[in-house]
C-alpha cells in the first residue's frame, strides 16, 4: 500500500468543480478546501506507479494549476519478525 499527500492548487472559481472531479478518481480523498483554491488530498493506490499516474490525472483535471506531492509512505505489507 502506498499513501501520498498532495497539495493542490485550482482556480479559486473553480474549485468546487474542481474537488467534485478529484472525488471522482479511485483511490482520492480530499480532505481540505479552501476559497482561493488549495485542496489537501491524498492517494491511497498498490504502487509508486498507480501513485504517480494518480497525481497525473489529478493534474489534468480541468481548473488545476498544479498539484504536488508533498509526502509519500509505502509499506510493502512484508511482517518483519524481530531477531531473538
Same mark, same amino acid.
Given at each position: 500500500?502506498? *499513501?501520498? $499527500? &498532495?497539495? /493542490? %492548487? !485550482?482556480?479559486? +472559481?473553480?474549485?468546487?468543480? @474542481?474537488?467534485?472531479?478529484?472525488?471522482? *478518481?479511485? $483511490? &482520492?480523498? /480530499? %480532505? !481540505?478546501?479552501? +476559497?482561493?483554491?488549495?485542496? @489537501?488530498?491524498?492517494?491511497?493506490?498498490?504502487?509508486?506507479?498507480?501513485?504517480?499516474?494518480?497525481?497525473?490525472?489529478?493534474?489534468?483535471?480541468e481548473?488545476?494549476?498544479?498539484?504536488?506531492?508533498?509526502?509519500?509512505?509505502g509499506?510493502?505489507?512484508?511482517e518483519?519478525?524481530?531477531?531473538?
Amino acid at each position: 500500500m502506498n *499513501i501520498s $499527500g &498532495v497539495l /493542490v %492548487h !485550482a482556480r479559486p +472559481e473553480q474549485v468546487a468543480q @474542481v474537488e467534485k472531479q478529484l472525488t471522482e *478518481i479511485p $483511490g &482520492v480523498e /480530499v %480532505h !481540505a478546501v479552501t +476559497e482561493n483554491g488549495r485542496l @489537501v488530498v491524498t492517494v491511497e493506490q498498490d504502487n509508486d506507479k498507480m501513485i504517480a499516474d494518480t497525481v497525473l490525472n489529478i493534474h489534468n483535471c480541468e481548473g488545476v494549476l498544479s498539484a504536488a506531492m508533498v509526502y509519500q509512505y509505502g509499506d510493502d505489507d512484508t511482517e518483519v519478525t524481530p531477531k531473538n
